[in-house]
């Protein structure tokens, strides 16, 4: 933790409406794990650098779990 704030990370998350880019305080969850996104549980199918120009933060892309 640095100055006081909780670490973040990105979550690429699937959507009926297609992907949306989201932001979420913490460490980025690992491949496999599943996570809570709204009312939807999805699971992690690779984590990588952000899609972000200039941005260190890791990114977690999600899928709906079946």
């Given at each position: 933790?640095?100055?006081?704030?909780?670490?973040?990370?990105?979550?690429?998350?699937?959507?009926?409406?297609?992907?949306?880019?989201?932001?979420?305080?913490?460490?980025?969850?690992?491949?496999?794990?599943?996570?809570?996104?709204?009312?939807?549980?999805?699971?992690v199918t690779k984590v990588a650098p952000s899609p972000l120009p200039g941005d260190?933060?890791?990114?977690?892309?999600?899928?709906?779990?079946?």
């Amino acid at each position: 933790m640095e100055n006081g704030h909780r670490p973040t990370h990105l979550r690429f998350v699937w959507t009926a409406n297609g992907y949306e880019l989201r932001e979420r305080e913490g460490d980025v969850p690992a491949v496999g794990e599943e996570v809570e996104e709204g009312e939807e549980r999805l699971r992690v199918t690779k984590v990588a650098p952000s899609p972000l120009p200039g941005d260190l933060r890791r990114c977690a892309y999600l899928q709906p779990v079946s």
